[in-house]
């Protein structure tokens, strides 16, 4: 039989290594593996409280157009929203999307079917959507325009 030892410092090393490897990996599945679209069947909805800087019913009347963008495993996409404001509640939302990926073409329609029952009605300030007809990371880019929206209208 023969027997090779390994220096110890080789076996440090790959400890290392593979440690590093292992927080490397760690850091980058978190956000992934949460948003991941392939796994969102259901119509889960759910709106937040956020808070711009400026107080509730602080917006001016009006219609305001902003885009977002949000990161898919595959592309960087991005969505147009339009609100109309009224007395700080939305009375109207208009989203046009702009999929780059055949998987993001459905999500995309299935968000924008959806969202005018999750946000008129609502105040600006309420508006942080995470998930609508099943698509989650389509409402990264959402939230991200009403937050250029909130800027906008800021009386």
Known sequence: MIRTTV????????????VA???V??????????EDQSTDTGTDTSTESTDSGAAAGDYADGTYTADGSYQTPETV???SVTLTIADG?????????DPKA??????QGQFI???SDEVVGKSLDELNV???AGSSLTSGGFNEAVDSIKEQAAA
């Not at 110890?8 to 290594?17: P, W």
């Not at 599945?29 to 949460?34: E, H, I, K, L, N």
């Open 7 to 18: 220096p110890t410092s080789v076996r440090k090393g790959a400890a290392l290594a593979g």
């Open 102 to 107: 055949r998987e993001t073409e459905q999500y």
């Open 130 to 132: 995470s998930r609508v």
């Open 77 to 79: 996409e991005s969505i």
């Open 21 to 23: 490897g292992l927080l």
């Open 25 to 34: 990996l760690a850091g980058c599945s978190g956000t992934a593996d949460a």
């Open 89 to 97: 509640v939305v009375s109207e939302v208009e989203v046009t999307g």
């Open 113 to 115: 079917e959806g969202i």
